[in-house]
């Protein structure tokens, strides 16, 4: 049984930086590749992070540079922070396994980039 609790987003305005946290409830945590993905409205959830079992990472292009994935694998949480934020970073931010999700998914966390 999974469960995902994602926390951490706000408004911010362009350039700036926020710190998203991912809790998650799974048995083996440790032994799954995770990832950040993100809804933006009108448009298909993308994967833009993810961090492998021992904490190898892969970036979307779109934040590569930007953002940056971490885990804790005895606290069972992911951790994304985002920097040099633009409007375009608009939207739902969730974690969930990589690349292939389970069918859960947590309530998500919304990211508002705007002056």
């Known amino acids: 049984q999974v469960q995902l609790v994602e926390s951490g987003g706000g408004l911010v305005q362009p350039g700036g930086s926020l710190r998203l946290s991912c809790a998650a409830s799974?048995?083996?945590?440790?032994?799954?590749?995770m990832g950040w993905y993100r809804q933006a409205p009108g448009k298909q959830r993308e994967l833009v992070a993810s961090?492998?079992?021992?904490?190898?990472?892969t970036y979307a292009d779109a934040v590569k540079g930007r953002f940056t994935i971490s885990r804790d694998n005895t606290k069972n949480t992911v951790v994304l922070q985002m920097n040099s934020l633009k409007p375009e970073d608009t939207a739902v931010y969730y974690c969930?396994?990589?690349?292939?999700?389970?069918?859960?998914w947590g309530q998500g966390t919304q990211v508002t980039v705007s002056s």
């Open positions: 961090i492998s079992h021992l904490s190898g990472t």
């Open positions: 799974v048995s083996q945590f440790r032994m799954y590749f």
């Open positions: 969930n396994k990589a690349p292939r999700p389970w069918d859960y």
